[in-house]
């Protein structure tokens, strides 16, 4: 579990961001989660598991505001290369699969089935673990992200 530390002077930047108007606070704030969040994507990308690489080439930081609310993610994963992330992060249960489109599955060295079982497999959460390990430098990374944007703002 993340244990998360004080930093110091946040209470000083908050004051500080309130000075300045809305939108150029709202530029800084997502600049600043940005920051904060490409440093736990470099975690992630330590962590991601590579058989070909199509999940680990997958990993990007997003930024949006809507509404006066600034937000940061970190994806894993798209719909052509690495569909499969969410099953890598949290696992896959045993269960069938089932012919559907045609009346047979095809195997490996041309064996024809109609169903096969799948043993499911074990989750491998490195985003958590990505998480856990880069939480308290990502927020030393806001701040000071912040810091170096209000020097430059107000003097």
Known sequence: MSQYKHIEGVEGLQARLLQLPAKLEQKILRGALRAGAVVIKRAADAEVPRRSGKLARTLRVSTKSRRGLVTASIKAGDKNRAWY???????????PIRAKRFPFLRLHGNVFVRKVSHPGARPNRFMKRALDRGVTPAIAAVADYIRGRLDKIVK
């Open 85 to 95: 992330a969410h099953i890598v992060e949290g696992g896959a249960k045993p269960h």
